[in-house]
């Protein structure tokens, strides 16, 4: 039954993105009825920061703003080395690996992501990632009339997500 409704979700997107379109130039942002829609490159830690069970590290990321942080969508994945997840890539927050990982927004333009291993993490071969979506886009426009909102985004994979705005995988 899950599946189902999962599948009219999927069906019922991209209706939207076909009648609506995705647009992704800059001049979207300032007409204020799109905007870009965010993806950070894969990122692999150079160090974390902490101390045991309770590990972190920072990414500058300009395309946090007030507005996207507030009134936005910002997801974030995982890729890490041993886990058995059948899919590559996990949504935040997840356990995996023996420890739950997560992110938050400690100011705008800025993403941390944890884990609370009790050992330090790995700084090679983990991968994180980071997709913000402005409030602005006409998909989470759509979300008035129940189609998509952040719940449903939150329950399609990855893969979906990324079809759903074009960013490469």
């Known amino acids: 039954m899950k599946t189902k409704i999962n599948i009219i979700y999927l069906l019922l997107v991209f209706t939207i993105l076909v009648f609506t ?8 942002e300032l007409d204020g009825l799109n905007a870009t829609v965010y993806y950070s490159e894969w990122i692999t830690p150079s160090a974390w920061l902490g101390d045991s069970g309770d590990w972190y590290f920072s990414v500058y990321a300009p395309e946090l703003t007030e507005d996207i942080a507030e009134r ?3 997801l974030a994945y995982v890729s890490l080395v041993g886990d058995i997840y059948e899919a590559p890539v ?16 400690p100011d705008y ?3 941390e992501f944890t884990s609370d291993m009790i050992t ?18 006409e998909t989470l426009k759509s979300a008035s009339m ?13 893969k979906e997500v990324c079809n759903l705005f074009s960013i490469p995988e």
């Open 21 to 28: 379109g995705c647009n992704k130039d800059d001049d979207d």
């Open 72 to 74: 936005g969508v910002i």
């Open 90 to 105: 996990r949504p935040l927050p997840a356990y995996a690996v023996g420890a739950n990982w997560s992110f938050l927004i």
């Open 109 to 111: 333009e800025l993403i």
């Open 120 to 137: 330090q993490p790995n700084t090679t071969g983990n991968s994180f990632r980071l997709i913000a979506i402005p409030g602005k886009t």
């Open 146 to 158: 129940g189609i998509i909102n952040e719940k449903v985004l939150r329950s399609i994979t990855y």
